[in-house]
């Protein structure tokens, strides 16, 4: 079959961000950069994201538009034959179908409070209501599955079609609807009279605060916040390098895509912040910032329900991005692996996905005696665990040292793959830092994560 081709550009940028921008954006980076020293946490994370994130998204990239095959295929077309290199690649094919095993779940979460938002569910409550809400939502086995299914669908609905009149056309929309709502919502963030010393604490570099947290751990996270903002080492970005022509170079567009995902970083603390300070609600991470606090916020806010609405409307889009984005690698692989139509792929994986969601949408409920990973853990913790400390880091690494070395790619492929067309250009100079630094950055971060997480 004749490899399908993106319409423009712009399509391949905000499909690329799309994949990389999810709820991580939202409900851990602004937290993140308000504990650990504000602007300065800031500026240490772009500067990892620059060394880190930058060049194992140009090689994932490269190796897609050079192989125009799936993650799952890469490695059979540019591997040296005999090479063993291609079990990576059903290892990345594993690793999409666990990602989105927990991750519709919370698409799933998105629409629902979108709804109950619009309705006003939320007025009138307290805080401790607000949280008693969440915890119902979770403990409703019907929702928490019917939300999760309508997730699954939609999205292979959509994948369903072409890939320029599916995917591409749903997500150019609803990406620059996503960005058009966070510039709202942060400029009416801005109106508010706790913004000065909300955005005093998430942007003012504090240096006493790095000193509290202490230096090592700032620097930590903000190296480990840059590699996994932009999901790399699952292939996501290498599908979208196989339908693009090699009009420009692939440093320049990695670079785009980065600053659009920081972007939307950046702009949910403008957001989040100074409507916490207003209504003196603090600011926690994870699902409790985003579940709890935020509709708690709303709450006091006037015209709360529009705002809370357009909040989770942002919030549906950023998840629904990574899931078509997801969806449409999974897709790919399958079509490359045993041939099947785009439809036929999308009617089995849409029938495996909703089985295999199951777990994630039941562990709060039905299953919530089970602890895979013991203390009060739960089947997206176990899920979550393996593609962000396993799958992720340990995916880069083989891409990167892939890439660099004699016995796979090539440096020399690889650059000049990366370099064709218009745009920024790997360095030879770059090549020192890639093959002999950079790995031992990955396989630090790897590490690292697994003793944090055990401790």
């Not at 040296?80 to 991750?103: D, E, Q, T, V």
């Not at 292979?156 to 058009?180: D, H, N, P, W």
């Not at 996905?353 to 409920?365: E, K, M, Q």
Request: glycine fraction near 12%; hydrophobic fraction near 50%.
């Amino acid at each position: 079959m004749q490899r399908e081709r993106l319409g423009s550009r712009l399509g391949f940028i905000l499909l690329s961000a799309g994949c990389a921008i999810g709820i991580g954006n939202v409900w851990k980076f602004p937290y993140m950069v308000g504990q650990n020293g504000g602007g300065a946490f800031v500026l240490l994370y772009l500067f990892f994201l620059l060394v880190m994130g930058i060049p194992v998204m140009t090689i994932e990239f490269s190796l897609g538009r050079a192989s125009r095959k799936s993650p799952v295929r890469i490695y059979h077309a540019l591997a040296p034959k005999g090479s063993k290199w291609y079990i990576h690649g059903y290892m990345a094919m594993i690793g999409n179908y666990l990602l989105m095993m927990f991750y519709t779940t919370v698409g799933g979460w998105m629409i629902q409070y979108f709804l109950s938002t619009a309705q006003g569910k939320f007025n009138g409550m307290s805080a401790e209501e607000v949280g008693q809400a969440y915890e119902q939502i979770c403990a409703d086995p019907v929702g928490m599955v019917g939300f999760m299914a309508l997730v699954v669908v939609l999205g292979f609905f959509i994948c369903s079609f072409s890939l320029q009149k599916g995917l591409e056309r749903v997500t150019k929309y609803m990406m620059i609807a996503l960005l058009i709502i966070m510039v709202v919502l942060a400029i009416n963030s801005f109106t508010m009279e706790g913004a000065k010393e909300g955005l005093s604490f998430y942007l003012k570099p504090d240096l006493e605060k790095m000193k509290e947290v202490g230096v090592g751990n700032v620097i930590l996270g903000a190296m480990t916040q840059a590699f996994f903002t932009l999901s790399l080492g699952m292939g996501g970005m290498a599908i979208f390098g196989s339908y693009i022509g090699k009009e420009r170079s692939l440093m320049g567009e990695s670079i785009n895509v980065a600053i659009l995902d920081t972007f939307v970083a950046l702009v949910s603390g403008l957001i989040i912040f100074p409507a916490c300070f207003t209504y003196h609600v603090e600011a926690g991470s994870g699902p409790k910032l985003i579940f709890v606090t935020l509709p708690n916020v709303f709450n006091h806010m006037p015209m709360g329900e529009l705002w809370g609405a357009l909040f989770f409307v942002f919030m549906t889009f950023a998840a629904l991005s990574t899931v078509l984005a997801v969806f449409e690698n999974i897709l790919s692989c399958c079509m490359d692996l045993f041939g099947w139509s785009r439809k036929k792929a999308c009617l089995i994986n849409a029938i495996a996905l909703l089985i295999l969601s199951l777990p994630c949408a039941l562990g709060f409920n039905l299953l919530s005696g089970i602890h895979p990973l013991g203390g009060s853990s739960n089947f997206l913790d176990l899920e979550d665990f393996l593609v962000s400390n396993i799958i992720l880091p340990v995916g880069s690494l083989i891409f990167l040292l892939f890439a660099v070395s004699k016995r796979g790619w090539g440096w020399e492929n690889f650059m000049a793959e990366a370099n064709a067309g218009r745009g920024l250009k790997v360095k030879n100079w770059m090549r020192g830092y890639m093959t002999y630094i950079l790995p031992f950055l990955f396989l630090g971060i790897f590490l690292i994560g697994l003793v944090t997480y055990f401790q």
